[in-house]
């Protein structure tokens, strides 16, 4: 092996993909724009469905009577801008059910011990729940109630000689103790981790496949046997193209979460009270770049030594696409609300350990333990790839395009039955 | 007997390769061959689709291993010391493509530069690449977008962008046009006047009968014949090319036998 044959052969591969349409939009531009344009776009759909709904008049029957005392609420709900009583509906169950119809509002005598009290009444509201309509029609009648039964209640309190503070028998009250920092790096702990692995993956599968499949299908394959330079110091440089490669897609996709977040996320938040403040302290940042080097260094191996045996791009693609499902399980197994957390025991899975790793780094946790026990099983695995990678090289029948463009059968045949 | 005026630039010996396939088991495509190609030389191998001319020029180039006997390119031995080989070796072949993506220019500045090129003078190695295959019009174009002709000329120039002492080059007429082939066939004259040992593969008679200064034919792994022209006419009786091929190949049809003596100068393993 020699770095300046590495060199020479990294810029290379680096110049050639630049220049290739697929590489330059898989590996840079959908990592830049893909999830803030696809968060804005979930923001921007779901506050146009909420802005729908809410504009809608809500189509209410009211039967039953109210206690003398009451009969303003009725008059008080046919009053309400959005809210319409309709007179004359047959059968509104159906209607509900049909769509013709939001809610109907049941007025009847109060029960039981609270019957005695004067005015005192009851209140059915029958709605359709898997309808936002029909529920937003239930939340304006109720909310109109509830505003009836506080004045109606202070009235019988000044009636009785209650002040004020007499009628408060016990307040409640909350209090949200998480900070915005908090509330921030829970939800850019699952994000970022998830996001970052996906795209670094996505960063690392065209080059891979580009540089192995398409060399061959490009006839280059046999040109860059026979040039001067060492075949390791060949593997090494591509290996080294398709990881910078991944690298960089992480990067560009952290940094532009980052950048859009706070804007996108914050109106959904705001509603909830909750506010976010993106700020990551410089230890977890180095982890994470650790974090997305090692996830490079693996994506990298492995597709390039399942691409390398495919004849055309399309084969390579195919070949590679398995690769691409088993990077889903860490994301599955160490995603948000998954009680699987990084320790000596889960740091020796790999992908879940870095995945962990991520989510931990985000969230102002070093379980320094787990990432020195990470960092050696990637290392292994990344090794033990290259030199499966050296080894397959090192067979001619992989340049005569041998073994049906698989490498299942390359294992089969040359591995473990011949060697 | 020849007296031989040059160190071999290139020495092959009872060189052998055979490969293994589930229905027909062992397959020798390279069976014994000898000879020696030297600087200022162009030795042609001769013979038909299979002879087993590739597999030999790829055992020359690394590419492929041997299965048994020894070759050398500048002294340097093609198991041993493959990267040596390499850099000492320009190899052109119909499966050789060059780079899409990249300008004519940088597919010429890598190839030297891989091929261990000073990086001092690679620039002026480069120019005077570009002036002397007529590529500078083009030198800055994508090598996707240029035509089959200038494409050619690209391809010969980076098979030489380190200028190496011995070439190879197989089968490098094939899909080519007259006007391109025969662009070629001068390319190979000049290369040959630059004091480079050239192996020249084909199939074509008549190509080599004008570019070959000695001619070995290949027939199913075996070399059959080696000498000059006018050793091998002598040596059958015939004049052209291709009568004196076809004597060779119907002569050992069916038989183990080589022609006695048709080996010339090399010095046969064994004897």
């Known amino acids: 092996m020699n770095w300046r044959e590495i060199g020479i052969l990294y810029r290379h591969e680096l110049r050639s993909a630049l220049r290739e349409r697929t590489i330059v939009v898989n590996g840079i531009l959908i990592p830049i724009f893909l999830y803030p344009v696809m968060l804005w776009g979930m923001f921007t759909a779901v506050t146009f469905v909420q802005g729908l709904n809410e504009g809608f008049t809500s189509r209410v029957v ?55 009290l004067p005015g005192n009444f009851r209140v059915d509201i029958a709605y359709d729940g898997s309808e936002t309509r029909s529920v937003n029609a239930r939340d304006r009648v109720e909310s109109a109630v509830d505003r009836w039964r506080s004045g109606w209640l202070e009235e019988m309190g000044d009636d009785l000689g209650l002040d004020v503070e007499d009628r408060a028998v016990f307040a409640l009250t909350s209090e949200n103790v998480s900070t915005a920092r908090d509330v921030s790096e829970q939800v850019l702990g699952y994000m970022l981790s998830v996001f970052l692995i996906i795209m670094v993956a ?31 110091s060949i593997v090494v440089a591509k290996y080294l193209y398709v990881a910078t490669l991944g690298i960089v897609a992480g990067a560009l996709n952290v940094i532009a979460l980052m950048v859009s977040i706070g804007a996108v996320l914050e109106p959904l938040l705001g509603e909830s009270g909750a506010s976010l403040e993106v700020a990551l302290s410089p230890m977890a940042a180095l982890v994470m770049v650790g974090a997305a080097s090692l996830l490079a260094l693996t994506f990298a191996a492995a ?24 990077i889903f399980l860490p994301i599955l197994l160490g995603g948000e609300g998954s009680d699987v957390n990084l320790s000596v025991n889960t740091a020796v899975v790999p992908l879940l350990n870095v995945s962990m790793m ?35 090289l090192s067979f001619e029948e992989f340049l005569t395009g041998s073994f049906d463009g698989s490498f299942w059968r390359f294992a089969k045949d040359r591995l473990l039955t011949r060697g | 007997m020849t007296t031989q005026l040059h160190t071999p630039a290139v020495r092959v010996r009872d ?100 091929n261990g090129y000073p990086e001092d003078r690679v620039q002026a190695r480069v120019d005077q690449l570009v002036d002397r295959f007529g590529i500078r019009e083009y030198e800055h174009g994508r090598v996707e977008k240029l035509s089959s002709g200038m494409k050619q000329k690209v391809s010969i120039a980076r098979t030489i962008a380190h200028d190496p002492p011995v070439l190879i080059f197989d089968e490098p007429t094939v899909g080519l046009d007259v006007m391109n082939a025969i662009e070629m066939v001068r ?32 027939h199913r792994g075996r070399l059959l014949a080696l000498g000059t022209l006018d050793e091998l006419r002598k040596k059958t009786g015939e004049h052209y090319l291709e009568e ?13 036998a080589v022609v006695p003596g048709a080996f010339g100068q090399i010095d046969r393993p064994g004897s």
């Open chain 2, 187 to 218: 390319v190979i004259d000049d290369l040959k006047a630059d004091g480079k040992a050239v192996l020249y593969s084909s199939h074509i008679m008549s190509e080599v009968e004008k570019l070959c200064d000695r001619i070995g034919i290949l």
């Open chain 1, 202 to 232: 996505v960063g690392c599968f065209i080059p891979a496949v580009d540089t192995t499949a398409g060399e061959r299908e490009r006839s280059t394959w046999e040109t860059l046997m026979t040039v001067g330079a060492d075949r390791g």
């Open chain 2, 15 to 114: 060189l052998r390769k055979t490969f293994y396939e589930e229905e027909r088991g062992e397959i020798a495509a390279v069976d014994g061959i000898s000879f020696d190609a030297v600087p200022g030389e162009v030795f042609g191998l001769l013979g038909a689709n299979g002879a087993g001319k590739t597999t030999t020029l790829r055992m020359l180039s690394t590419v492929l291993r041997p299965t048994g006997g020894s070759a050398s390119v500048m002294g340097h031995d093609v198991v041993d010391e493959g990267g040596k080989v390499r850099q000492n070796l320009g190899f052109y072949s119909a499966s050789t493509a060059l780079y899409p993506r990249l300008t004519a220019r940088e597919t010429l500045e890598f190839f030297a530069r891989i």
């Open chain 1, 62 to 116: 009211v039967e039953g009577q109210l206690p003398a005392l009451n009969t303003e609420l009725r008059d008080s709900l046919a009053t309400l801008p959005d809210l319409r009583i309709e007179d004359d509906v047959a059968e509104p169950r159906a209607a509900i059910a049909e769509g013709r119809l939001d809610a109907i509002v049941t007025f009847s005598p109060a029960q039981g011990d609270v019957g005695v």
């Open chain 1, 303 to 326: 597709m390039m030594v399942f691409a390398s045996f495919a004849r055309s791009f399309k084969d390579g693609q195919a070949m590679v696409s398995p690769v691409m499902w088993l």
């Open chain 1, 358 to 392: 991520i989510r931990d780094a985000i969230r102002g946790v070093f379980v320094w333990e787990g990432i020195a026990i990470t960092l050696g099983v990637s290392i292994v695995l990344v090794t033990v790839l290259l030199l499966l990678a050296r080894r397959i």
């Open chain 2, 244 to 256: 004196i091929f076809v004597k060779f190949v119907t002569e050992v049809s069916g038989s183990d």
